[in-house]
């Protein structure tokens, strides 16, 4: 999350890439974007080329004392427009060859205002994470809530496949906004009707995508 905010204010364009891909996907992906830098942490750092320029997020982290103001004042000095490309998404594959889809700030913010207007989404919501990184909605998830200033809750690697404990987190973080593909949702009010766990469902609604 800090890695893909602080891409996006310093006016640069993220590309999420997925550690469940092939290495091949993955070094034709940075190949083909041109990145610049390739964001890692500890779980990463071999995935990629020696000749991909990569930077660990982790140490990062852990030299925050060695910034202060006079950083924090170079913010004021980004240009960054509407018309900036902030995300770039790549298809599947399953027809031929990734495409790279470009998204603007004047795109991502209006689709967020959409959401806004027609009260789906609301400050006061609780939206969990369920998308992996390299899917659109993941960026709507994640960033969007933020944007929009609701409660972001994030599931531990995989936990979307995990019908208990994601029960468990529905109910227990009082999750009111979820976005998964029909067949998930299946599966999980099927799993809570036999459970009669349907507690998890108190807050809850849901927004269908395509699968």
Not at 56 to 76: P, V, W
Not at 109 to 116: A, I, N, W
Not at 140 to 159: D, I, K, Q, Y
Not at 181 to 191: A, R
């Amino acid at each position: 999350v800090i890695g893909i905010l602080s891409i996006a204010m310093v006016g640069s364009a993220y590309c999420p890439l997925s550690v469940r891909d092939p290495p091949q996907r993955l070094q034709a992906l940075v190949n083909q974007t041109q990145s610049r830098l390739v964001l890692v942490h500890a779980s990463t750092p071999t995935v990629f080329s020696l000749d991909n320029l990569t930077l660990n997020i982790d140490c990062i982290i852990c030299l925050e004392e060695r910034f202060g103001e006079t950083d924090l004042n170079e913010f004021s000095n980004v240009s960054v427009t509407p018309e900036s490309i902030v995300f770039v998404i790549f298809t599947s594959g399953s027809t031929g060859i990734p495409k790279a889809v470009q998204l603007r700030h004047r795109n991502f913010t209006e689709f967020m205002h959409s959401f806004v207007n027609i009260d789906v989404v609301t400050k006061s919501d609780i939206i969990i994470q369920m998308a992996r990184c390299s899917f659109d909605n993941h960026l709507l998830s994640l960033v969007g809530t933020l944007v929009v200033g609701a409660t972001l809750v994030m599931l531990r690697p995989e936990g979307n496949m995990d019908l208990e404990y994601l029960a468990s987190v529905l109910d227990q973080k009082q999750v009111t906004v979820m976005h998964a593909v029909p067949s998930l949702l299946n599966s999980l009010f099927e799993f809570l009707k036999i459970r009669k766990r349907t507690s998890a469902l108190k807050y809850l609604r849901s927004l269908c995508s395509g699968g």
